[in-house]
């Protein structure tokens, strides 16, 4: 399995991105794909996930209603657009294949999101 996190950038608040993760490499055609954030000096997070099964997706609390997470299928991609980026956003995201961090066997490699003025 091979996931590639691309998309994070330098962000004014209140400002938006898009990250894009690419997968393959999964024994399956169903799978889950997690976004996590790991921000300067504290413990990685679950952002959002979806499952590619039935279209299901999960947020936490601290970016449900700004977040949305999305598949494209045909391009085995997963995408996380995130809106209304306060600083309190930025972090190192990565993608992988689980919603729950006990959960992920493969891990993409992160992409940074600043949000700052």
């Known amino acids: 399995v091979q996931l590639q996190a691309s998309g994070g950038g330098l962000v004014q608040p209140g400002g938006s991105l898009r990250l894009s993760c690419a997968a393959s490499?999964?024994?399956?055609?169903?799978?889950?794909i997690g976004w996590f954030r790991q921000a300067p000096g504290k413990e990685r997070e679950g952002v959002s996930c979806?499952?590619?099964?039935?279209?299901?997706?999960r947020y936490s609390e601290s970016v449900k209603g700004r977040f949305t997470i999305s598949r494209d299928d045909s391009k085995s991609t997963v995408y996380l657009q995130m809106n209304n980026l306060n600083p309190g956003d930025t972090a190192v995201y990565y993608c992988?294949?689980?919603?729950?961090?006990?959960?992920?066997?493969?891990w993409g490699k992160g992409t940074l999101v600043t949000v700052s003025s």
């Open positions: 992988a294949d689980g919603c729950m961090y006990s959960m992920v066997r493969n």
């Open positions: 490499g999964f024994p399956r055609a169903e799978y889950t």
């Open positions: 979806i499952s590619t099964r039935d279209g299901n997706t």
